[in-house]
């Protein structure tokens, strides 16, 4: 008999079932790997589990694993459509912090890809690199700039390369600016992600660039998502398009990060 139809199996499936019902409404998501190891089962076991409580609407699925469904990162092209006005404002100041002949990388994200137009506006020479297959696709045609993509596996709701593959590819440049994506800045004014993939990759970027930046619209002030970005505060700041409450920015400045807003 296969590992999930024997009737030990059959038994130990709703204990599971509850242990990732509490893990997911705790840490607000989980991990494939991590479950099938500490359940000492298949991954492919796990993927039936998750499915299963998937499919009773009790959380949603995600790449590698699941999280609450007010932890799950919408779409690209649905985020695309939020705060537009803003991530041109954002994007626009991030262009103007770029000089002549830098090595730029832009993170994934729609705040990253108003950096790239805006930076397109600027005409100056530079080498963009990313994992954006968005951002990539739009700064291989710019006359002034040669575009390198950080491969690996394509999460298809980011449309972006995630992985250790990435990480890799990113140890062979030498960055001048980051300018980072970011899930929520939280009333503690703690940054915070997503996926463990995206913290990790943030959190590197920001130890290998020489400045980094977060790109992060107004709307994710004072909200939180699952998982902290280690480091975050040893970036340079946050450029975003209004500044926080008084209360945030407090918070935010005793942590060392500088806050950037136009000035009009």
């Known amino acids: 008999m296969s590992e999930s139809t024997t009737p030990a199996a059959r038994a130990l499936a709703p204990r599971r079932h509850d242990e990732i019902l509490k893990r997911v409404a705790a840490d607000g998501s989980v991990s494939i790997a991590e479950l099938a190891r500490f359940f000492d089962v298949s ?9 299963v409580l998937a499919d009773k609407g009790l959380f949603e ?3 590698g694993g699941a999280a609450r469904s007010d932890a799950v990162e919408p779409g690209l092209s649905e985020r695309s459509r939020e705060n537009a006005q803003g991530k041109a404002i954002i994007g626009k100041l991030a262009a103007d912090m770029v000089e002549e002949g830098m090595v730029v990388f832009l993170d ?3 705040t990253t890809l108003a950096v790239a137009h ?3 506006a600027t005409r100056k020479t530079l080498t963009i690199c990313t994992s954006s ?3 990539a696709l739009f700064t291989c045609h710019l006359p002034n700039v040669r575009t390198h993509v950080f491969g690996g596996e394509i999460n298809p709701e980011e449309e972006a390369a995630s992985g250790m593959d990435v990480l890799q590819a990113a ?5 001048d600016v980051a300018f980072l994506g970011a ?7 703690d940054i915070t992600d997503f996926t463990k993939g995206g913290t990790l990759l943030r959190s590197r970027m920001i130890s290998m660039a020489r400045t980094a930046y977060f790109v992060i619209d107004s709307s994710k002030f004072g909200r939180s998502t699952p998982l902290k970005i280690p480091n975050s505060h040893d970036a340079t700041g946050i450029i975003t398009d209004r500044n926080p409450n008084d209360i945030l920015t407090a918070v935010l400045s005793a942590k060392g990060m500088e806050v950037f807003i136009p000035t009009y």
């Open 118 to 120: 805006a930076l397109a």
């Open 43 to 51: 991954r492919e076991t796990i993927r039936r589990d998750l499915k």
């Open 171 to 175: 140890e062979d440049f030498r960055i």
């Open 183 to 189: 899930g929520a800045v939280t009333s503690e004014g």
């Open 108 to 110: 994934s994200g729609t």
């Open 61 to 63: 699925l995600i790449h």
């Open 133 to 135: 297959l968005a951002i």
